[in-house]
Nanobody, 114 residues
Framework: QVQLVESGGGFVQPGGSLRLSCAGS????????MSWYRQAPGKEREFLAR???????NYANSVKGRFTISRDNAKNTVYLQMNSLKPEDTAVYYC????????WGQGTQVTVSS
């Protein structure tokens, strides 16, 4: 079955960096677009970035220039490099793949605070 497992979240001070990982299994990873989202307390889930099978990418304006999405098809993993983190980046971060239907990971918590 399709499974996505995020990791790499944690606590970081403003201005710091984190790299999130999302390992996929149960599907042919290299043939699907992968996306990252986040959800802050009391807010709706927000799109952040996606990477297509070609390697092309797009980003939400809120993270453009600070976050970078990448993929390693040999490891069935998609990454989100997050730099210049701000307190408003505090949220649970999720990866998603659409295979007829949306599949989500369990999420990883990112907390940005001094």
């Amino acid at each position: 079955q399709v499974q996505l497992v995020e990791s790499g979240g944690g606590f970081v001070q403003p201005g710091g960096s984190l790299r999130l990982s999302c390992a996929g299994s149960g599907f042919t990873f290299s043939t699907y677009t992968m996306s990252w989202y986040r959800q802050a307390p009391g807010k709706e889930r927000e799109f952040l970035a996606r990477i297509f099978t070609t390697g092309s990418r797009n980003y939400a304006n809120s993270v453009k220039g600070r976050f970078t999405i990448s993929r390693d098809n040999a490891k069935n993993t998609v990454y989100l490099q997050m730099n210049s983190l701000k307190p408003e980046d505090t949220a649970v971060y999720y990866c998603k793949v659409v295979i007829s239907y949306d599949y989500w990971g369990q999420g990883t918590q990112v907390t940005v605070s001094s």
